[in-house]
DNA sequence: TGCTCACTCGACACCGTGTCGAATAATTTC
DNA sequence: GAAATTATTCGACACGGTGTCGAGTGAGCA
C-alpha cells in the first residue's frame, strides 16, 4: 500500500514547478492535458464515475498509458488539487490580522474569497473533500489545508479576547474556529451545487458573516 | 433509469410494517439479514467498497439472490436509512416549543440527542450523507429530512424573534435555520469519525450549543 | 550513427456487476 | 393431500472496468 506520493512514477526528472522555465517535456503536456480533461468531466461526473480512458480518450492517448503519468484516479485528483490549493492559501491570509477597518468587513471579505473559489473551482474541491474519506493521500493533504485556516483563525480569536473586544470562551478559540471554518466549507459545498446566483452567493455570505460575528464578538450594538 | 421506490421487487407482499404482527415470510428474514450485514459492514468500509457477494455470504445465501430482494447497493442504504429516520424525527421533535426552561437548556438536549444518534448510527449515517450526491432516491429522502428540522428552527427562531428575545434578522430565520441546521450535521459527521470519547462529545455539543445561543439570541449578559 | 530513455500501445488476467432461465421450497387452491 | 401457483434460490453468462506486462517507437544526445 505504501505511499505514492508522486504523480509520475519513481525516477521521473523532478516535476517543473509552477516557477520554472524549463522545457515542457512531451509527458508534461499530456499529464496536463489528463488534469485538464479530468477538472473538465467532473464537472459533471463524480470521481468514481469518471473511467480511466475517459480521461485517456479525452487526452488523445491510449488507456494504458494513464498509468505512466498517474498510479491511479485519485492521484489525479490530488495533482488537481495542488492547482487550487494556492488560490485556497491567499484566501487563509485574509483570515490574518487586518488594520483598523471593523472586524465586519475583514470577515465578510474573507468569506466572500471563499465563496468565490467555490464557485471557480467547485468540481474539484467538492470531489477533493469526498475523496478525503477514501483517499489517505487526499485527507492528509486536506486536513493540513484545514488545519492552516483553523489555526490562523484561533489565533485571531485569541487576540481579540485577549483585546477585550470578543465574548470570551469557552468555547475554546479553537472549538470555535473548528466548527466556524467547517460550517463554511459545507455551505460552500452545497453553495457550488446549485447553479450560479449572485443573490444567492451575497445571501449566503451574509448569512456566514452574520453567524461568525455573533459567535466571536457577541451581537453588534 | 426509472425510480425503484420498493426494495422488493413488484408484486411482492406489502412490507411488514413495524407494528404489523403478521407472519415473517423467509424472504423477510433474508432481507434482513442483507440489512444487518450491511449495517456492520458500513462500520468498516464505505458503501461503495462494499460488494454484493460480501452482504450475501454474510446473509448465508448466493450472491445472485441479492438482487432479488434489492435493486442495488444503494436500494439497502435506503431501506437502512428508513430505519434510523424515526429516531431522528424524535430527535427533530425536541426542537420544537420549549416550556418555561431557557432556550440554553433545550437548545442543549436537542443537540445532544443528536450526537447520540450520530454516535449510535454514525456509519450508517455517513453512508447515507455520503449517497447524497451519487443516488437520487438517497438525496430526496435526506432533503425531506434535513427540511423538517429547518422548518422547525426556522418557526422556532420567528417566535422568539416577535418576542423580542431573538436578535431580528437579517439574517432570514430560514436562512439562519440552514447553517445552524447543517452546521451541526457536519461536525456530527466528523465526531462520529473518531473514536468515541465521552469529553470530546461534550465539548463539541457545548460548542455547538454556543454558536446556537450567540447565532440566535446574540451573547448571553 | 547508434544508444538510451521517456513515452506509448495492445493484449491479457482479474474482478465485480446485473440478468436469465432453470431448479427448488413454500403456500394456496381445490 | 395432490395439484397449481407463487416465492425464493441458484449457477452460468455477458459485460465493462481495472491494473500490469512486455514489446515497440521516436526524439535527443554521445
Not at 39 to 54: C, F, G, N, P, R
Not at 114 to 123: D, E, I, K, N, Q
Request: with cysteine.
Amino acid at each position: 500500500m505504501m505511499f505514492g506520493m508522486s504523480p509520475r512514477p519513481a525516477g521521473a526528472p523532478p516535476a517543473n514547478g509552477a516557477g520554472s522555465r524549463r522545457k515542457r517535456s512531451k509527458g508534461d503536456l499530456t499529464s496536463q492535458a489528463i488534469l485538464d480533461t479530468a477538472e473538465q468531466l467532473l464537472e459533471t461526473k463524480s470521481l468514481d464515475e469518471i473511467a480511466v480512458d475517459e480521461l485517456t480518450s479525452g487526452a488523445g492517448i491510449s488507456r494504458s498509458t494513464f498509468y505512466f503519468h498517474f498510479e491511479s484516479r485519485e492521484a489525479v485528483l490530488y495533482a488537481l488539487s495542488e492547482r487550487v490549493a494556492e488560490g485556497l492559501y491567499d484566501s487563509a491570509a485574509l483570515w490574518l490580522r487586518r488594520g483598523s477597518e471593523p472586524p465586519e468587513d475583514s470577515i465578510r471579505r474573507a468569506i466572500s474569497g471563499t465563496v468565490a473559489l467555490w464557485r471557480a473551482h467547485g468540481p474539484v474541491l467538492r470531489a477533493a473533500v469526498r475523496a478525503r474519506d477514501t483517499s489517505e493521500l487526499v485527507r492528509r493533504f486536506w486536513s493540513g489545508v484545514a488545519r492552516k485556516f483553523v489555526d490562523s483563525t484561533a489565533q485571531q480569536i485569541d487576540i481579540e479576547r485577549e483585546a477585550g473586544v470578543a465574548v470570551p470562551g469557552p468555547p475554546t478559540a479553537r472549538a470555535l474556529a473548528t466548527v466556524l471554518v467547517s460550517m463554511n466549507e459545507t455551505m460552500c459545498y452545497s453553495l457550488s451545487l446549485a447553479r450560479k446566483s449572485a443573490a444567492r452567493d451575497r445571501e449566503v455570505v451574509e448569512t456566514l458573516t452574520a453567524v461568525w460575528l455573533r459567535a466571536v464578538y457577541g451581537v453588534p450594538r
